[in-house]
């Protein structure tokens, strides 16, 4: 069974920083480009960044663009979302999911391509 698990968040100040991961079981990483989402309490889910199979190309939303940095280790079936300078607003849960599509230009593919999504875990930025 295909199965995506979270880990990393925690509560941090403004300006801080947390790196996310993202486990695979069940199934080899490789053949998969990974996305990073997060959903705030009230607001729809929001693409936050994504990778491809390799590695050789990630994309970014423009309220992380400089700040976040997608990364993964395929011999460890692991994807990484370093998160620096943290802000009030990056307060959400995170959740990382699998695909086989790429492409759509500066774009992550959008959620619906995902599947095997992990349960999420929950980054708060508070003072």
């Known amino acids: 069974q295909l199965q995506l698990v979270e880990s990393g968040g925690g509560l941090v100040q403004p300006g801080g920083s947390l790196r996310l991961s993202c486990a695979a079981s069940?199934?080899?990483?490789?053949?998969?480009?990974i996305g990073w989402f997060r959903q705030a309490p009230g607001k729809e889910r929001e693409g936050v960044s994504c990778?491809?199979?390799?590695?050789?190309?990630?994309k970014y939303a423009d309220s992380v663009k400089g700040r976040f940095t997608i990364s993964r280790d395929n011999a460890k079936n692991m994807v990484y979302l370093q998160m620096n300078s943290l802000k009030p607003e990056d307060t959400a849960i995170y959740y990382c999911?699998?695909?086989?599509?790429w492409g759509y230009g500066s774009q992550c593919p959008p959620g619906g391509e995902y599947h095997s999504w992990g349960q999420g875990t929950q980054v708060t930025v508070s003072s």
């Open positions: 999911a699998a695909t086989t599509r």
């Open positions: 069940g199934f080899t990483l490789d053949y998969y480009a």
């Open positions: 990778i491809s199979t390799s590695g050789g190309s990630t």
